[in-house]
C-alpha cells in the first residue's frame, strides 16, 4: 500500500527578513509563499513577533486572504496577538514561546507554566473556526500536558536533533511523536531541519507535516525557492517508502 505523502509547510519569515534589512518593500514574503505552494509546499507558515522583527502586520494580513494552501500563523499567547488571530482567522494557529532577546525560537512552548490561560486562550481561537497546535519540547509529559489544555495537535521541536543529533534526540521525538498519535492530536515536527538532516524525522510514521523555513529559503539564494522546496519535499519523500 502507498504510503501517505507528508505535508511540507513552508516558513517565509527570512524572506521578511532580507527585506526588513533595508526597509524596503522586496523580497515580498506573500509572493515568496506563492512560488512556494505553486512549487508543491501544501501549507505556508509565518510568525508574527510582538516585535515585528521580519514579518510585518500588513504581510500576515495578505497571507490570510490570498493563499491557496492553509495557513498557519505562529504567535506567542498574548491578548494582541489572539485578537489579530480572531480577526483574520487563518486555518490554524500554532502558540510558540517568545522572548525579544532571542535570535529565534529557543525551545518549546513551557506548558505548564499557566494551563488555565493556555486552555482559555485556545477556547477563544477555536471558537473563531481556528485549528489549533502547540510547539512543544518532545517531552511525554508536553505531550499530555498539550492534550489536556485541548489543542489539536502539537509542533515538536526538532531543535535538538537538528543541532546535536544522537540517538537519544531522534529516540525523543519518536516516542513524543507516538504518545501525540495515540492521544488523537495530531503531530507536526520543526526547526533547524534541512536537507541533510530531515531524513529520520520525516521516516517517523505519525509526523504527518513538517515545518521548514530556514533552510529552504538560505537554499533558495542558489536554487530559487520553487527549486528549494521540491529539494526538500524529494528528500521527505525519499524517507517514507511508498511516496514520490
Known amino acids: 500500500m502507498r504510503a501517505t505523502q ?120 477555536k471558537r473563531g473556526g481556528v485549528r489549533t497546535s502547540l510547539f512543544i519540547d518532545p517531552s511525554l509529559d508536553a505531550v499530555r500536558r498539550a492534550r489536556d489544555s485541548g489543542a489539536d495537535a502539537v509542533e515538536l521541536h526538532t531543535g535538538a536533533y537538528a543541532h546535536r543529533g544522537g540517538t537519544d534526540t531522534l529516540a525523543a521525538l519518536a516516542g513524543a511523536a507516538a504518545l501525540g498519535a495515540e492521544l488523537g492530536m495530531a503531530v507536526h515536527a520543526g526547526h533547524g531541519l534541512t536537507i541533510r538532516n530531515v531524513g529520520p524525522v520525516a521516516a517517523i510514521a505519525e509526523v504527518e507535516e513538517l515545518n521548514i523555513g530556514h533552510s529552504i529559503v538560505s537554499r533558495s539564494v542558489f536554487v530559487g525557492i520553487a527549486g528549494a522546496v521540491r529539494e526538500m519535499r524529494a528528500a521527505m519523500n525519499a524517507a517514507r517508502p511508498g511516496t514520490r
Not at 508574527?48 to 495557513?71: C, N, S, V, W, Y
Not at 506567542?76 to 485578537?83: D, I, Q
Open 6 to 125: 507528508q505535508r511540507l509547510c513552508v516558513n517565509v519569515d527570512h524572506v521578511a527578513t532580507i527585506r526588513q534589512a533595508r526597509r524596503t518593500d522586496e523580497p515580498d514574503p506573500v509572493l515568496a509563499a506563492r512560488a512556494c505552494e505553486e512549487a508543491g509546499a501544501d501549507g505556508i507558515t509565518a510568525h508574527l513577533r510582538e516585535d515585528r522583527r521580519h514579518m510585518q502586520d500588513g504581510d500576515i494580513a495578505r497571507l490570510a486572504k490570498e493563499l491557496r494552501t492553509p495557513f498557519n500563523l505562529e504567535m506567542a499567547l498574548t491578548r494582541e496577538m489572539l485578537l489579530i488571530a480572531e480577526q483574520l482567522g487563518p486555518y490554524q494557529v500554532t502558540l510558540v514561546p517568545e522572548r525579544r532577546e532571542e535570535v529565534t525560537t529557543e525551545g518549546g512552548l513551557d506548558v505548564a507554566r499557566d494551563p488555565r490561560a493556555l486552555a482559555d486562550g485556545l477556547v477563544r481561537l
